[in-house]
């Protein structure tokens, strides 16, 4: 099993273009996050799916968008990137919401000039 | 919102030495996480806490629930190169149903 998969590994956008990171999972979980990590501000959360067909935001949403493609897809869309949205991307899934371990895949690292 | 506050942020011991995170949160939790990032890496599961004063020991590592279950604590007896990385804490309560909230993550080097 591959757990979980992101694609691109590192990606450099210009301010006002656009892209989608991509984040699969094998592992049938129900529920799937995007963070982002900052230096000195832990993990926040942008998106999450609590189960294929629903999404909902999190702390940080502004400036992003989300589709849960199916059970083991969940991708993030940056539709005008800004040099705010500098940082590290985490996608991570868990068989249900929060009170069971999360699986994190091993992130992209996104810098916007 | 629920805010997880966690100190210090950076820890600089030398291999042998003790080593302790801790983890406040502003409203009750339903239960805490701990993850472990290597340098470079995604963060890792750790352990779960879930009761009220509840300790769990992994090898080297002792980790405590608060009997409030606001807090937590991360404690690692002499500590080797091996634990070197970000640890982070992670709770879930209050109207953050659903989703765990991260504190700023403690960043520990160990010196050989």
């Known amino acids: 099993n591959a757990g979980v998969t992101q694609t691109p590994k590192f990606q450099v956008l210009k301010t006002g273009q656009s892209m989608t990171l991509q984040c699969a999972q094998d592992m049938n979980h129900n529920s799937m996050y995007w963070y982002r990590q900052d230096p000195g501000m832990g993990l926040r959360l942008i998106y999450y799916s609590a189960s294929e067909g629903t999404t909902d935001k999190g702390e940080v949403p502004n400036g992003y968008n989300v589709s849960r493609l199916n059970k083991r897809e969940f991708s993030l869309r940056l539709e005008s990137a800004a040099p705010s949205q500098t940082s590290v991307y985490f996608c991570?899934?868990?068989?249900?919401?929060?009170?069971?371990?999360?699986?994190f895949g091993p992130g992209t690292r996104l810098t916007v000039t | 919102g629920q805010q997880v506050m966690q100190i210090p942020q950076y820890q600089h011991v030398q291999e042998g030495e003790d080593f302790t995170t801790y983890c406040n949160s502003s409203t009750t939790l339903s239960n805490i996480q701990w993850y472990k990032q290597r340098p470079g890496g995604h963060p890792v599961f750790l352990i779960q806490l879930v009761k009220s004063g509840e300790v769990k020991k992994q090898k080297r590592l002792t980790f405590q629930f608060g009997e409030a279950k606001k807090n937590s604590s991360l404690h690692i007896t002499a500590t080797q190169t091996t634990d070197v990385g970000t640890y982070f804490c992670a709770g879930v309560g209050g109207t953050s149903y659903g989703k765990l909230t991260f504190g700023q993550g403690t960043i520990l080097t160990v010196h050989p």
């Open positions: 991570a899934s868990t068989q249900g919401l929060a009170s069971y371990e999360q699986y």
